[in-house]
């Protein structure tokens, strides 16, 4: 595809419910990376994968978030137990081949609000 | 300038005027940078980036400055235009093996008046 693609755009679930977001990335990327960013901040880093593996998961909040990328493609953010603190844009972004200094290009964000 | 919580820093100029965005960074061992500007309901989208080996690159009507020793950035704006209304951040990555990990300043808000 031309760039990053994001779904659902926009989801509405309650509180202690599981959720999960979708994020497709450039093709031929290699390195797929989430953030999510609260209203009025600059994006947070979550995770980072480098093919099918997380380099780094550092940014994970706590055990309620987990993502997959099993086939070095496609990645999915899960997050169970959802509370109404989950309430963001959740980013996803891909890029080349991961190496330093490398650009990471956006997709638009799902937008999810925990009542 | 500083900004607490939700209040980001704003900028407002009139089309055609040279605007500058400014951003402090904290890691020393930051060696790549990157703006990004975000339109309302959008991703962020990349404008221009630099590497530590660099004072200064330049690109289609923007310019981006880094100054290491007081571990500053800004990017300069061209005869701004009313497309260019959004969120500006900057960005910058660790050295050593924090490849992915982005740190993102807090964004200004640039408002361009017809």
């Not at chain 1, 755009?9 to 609260?38: F, M």
């Not at chain 1, 600059?42 to 593996?53: A, C, D, N, V």
């Amino acid at each position: 595809g031309a760039g990053v693609s994001q779904t659902p755009s926009n989801k509405v679930t309650e509180k202690g419910k599981y959720v999960e977001l979708r994020c497709d990335p450039i093709s031929g990327h290699t390195a797929l990376y989430w953030y999510r960013q609260s209203l009025g901040q600059g994006p947070e880093f979550l995770i980072y994968f480098q093919g099918t593996g997380a380099a780094d998961d550092s940014g994970l909040p706590n055990d309620r978030f987990f993502a997959v990328r099993p086939e070095g493609s496609v990645s999915t953010l899960k997050i169970q137990r959802t509370e109404r603190g989950d309430s963001a844009v959740y980013l996803c972004a891909s890029s080349l081949r991961g190496g330093p200094q490398e650009t990471q290009y956006f997709g638009p964000g799902t937008r999810l609000l925990v009542l | 300038g500083e900004s607490v919580g939700l209040h980001l820093p704003t900028l407002s100029v009139q089309e055609g005027d040279n605007s500058i965005i400014n951003c402090a960074y904290s890691n020393s061992a930051s060696d790549y940078f990157i703006w990004y500007k975000q339109e309302s309901g959008k991703g962020p989208q990349f404008i221009i980036d630099i590497r530590s080996n660099m004072d200064k690159r330049q690109g289609q009507r923007v310019t981006v400055l880094l100054n290491k020793t007081v571990k500053h950035l800004s990017l300069q704006i061209a005869a701004t235009q009313p497309g260019d209304s959004a969120v500006y951040f900057c960005a910058d990555l660790g050295g050593g093996t924090s490849y992915g990990k982005l740190t993102f300043g807090q964004g200004t808000i640039l408002t361009v008046h017809p």
